[in-house]
């Protein structure tokens, strides 16, 4: 089946020129597929997870100590194609197809800055950003 995909794109909708969403925004956009030949589907979804991870170094004379935490703040799927009980499931014939999705990002009690590219925070030990 891979060789039938001829392309597979996710683009969102940015909301400000920061690129940058916050806790209860909503991110809008799409899902492109392009397919050369009929394929069968089981299930078609994108997900969405919002992770933060921390790591700082502390130095004390000789001694040196790496602290480290993750958290998941959330983790969502919409589905484009549900899973079907069916044998012969759902099918996409060929051409470029568009899923829309559409999700609110969860509210936190920290108000996290979500980004939707790599970002690296320094944090202090109070977990507050240096």
């Known amino acids: ?5 001829k392309e597979l794109i996710l683009h969102y909708d940015p909301i400000n020129e920061s690129n940058i969403f916050t806790s209860g925004d909503i991110v809008e ?3 492109v597929l392009e397919v050369t030949k009929e394929i069968k589907v089981d299930k078609f979804f ?3 997870t919002g992770d ?20 998941r703040y959330f983790k969502l799927k919409q589905y484009f194609i549900q899973e079907s009980s069916k ?14 999705f559409s999700f609110q990002l969860p509210q936190h009690k920290n108000e996290t800055v979500l980004l939707m590219k790599e970002r690296r925070e320094r944090m202090d030990r109070d977990g507050s950003s240096a």
């Open 1 to 5: 089946m891979s060789g039938s995909i």
């Open 87 to 100: 044998k012969d499931g759902p099918v996409i014939r060929p051409g470029s197809h568009v899923f829309p």
């Open 52 to 71: 933060a991870d921390v790591r700082w170094t502390e130095n004390s004379g000789d001694d040196e100590t790496t602290y480290s935490d993750h958290e």
């Open 46 to 48: 994108v997900k969405f």
């Open 29 to 31: 956009g799409r899902v």
